[in-house]
Nanobody, 122 residues
């Protein structure tokens, strides 16, 4: 099994910054794509940003230029630096990892974190 542990959420004023972290642990041989998603009540979960093992990144248009995703492969950790936060960024943020187990080489499985609340409000 694989566990994803998120941290770094909280309350911040508009224009402020937060840094989210997500560390993966457990039966991991390799991690391919890691990503951050967010969800507000009544809405579908949406992709915010993703990063491949070779550091190729992808962002939703609404966060381009404000958010930066990065990863540390040695630590199986992904980060999301969020700057110039807006009230519409308020959501529960989830990380996801696409993982190959050492017991099932060649197969990839998706794992999710438990979510961390980000609230942007004055």
């Amino acid at each position: 099994q694989v566990q994803l542990m998120e941290s770094g959420g909280g309350l911040v004023q508009p224009g402020g910054s937060l840094r989210l972290s997500c560390a993966a642990s457990g039966s991991i041989f390799r991690i391919n794509v890691m990503g951050w998603y967010r969800q507000v009540p009544g809405n579908q979960r949406e992709l915010v940003a993703s990063i491949r093992r070779d550091d190729d990144t992808n962002y939703v248009d609404s966060v381009k230029g404000r958010f930066t995703i990065s990863r540390d492969n040695a630590k199986n950790t992904v980060y999301l630096q969020m700057n110039s936060l807006k009230p519409e960024d308020t959501a529960v943020y989830y990380c996801k990892a696409n993982v190959m187990s050492p017991w099932d080489l060649g197969s990839w499985y998706d794992y999710w974190g438990q979510g961390t609340q980000v609230t942007v409000s004055s």
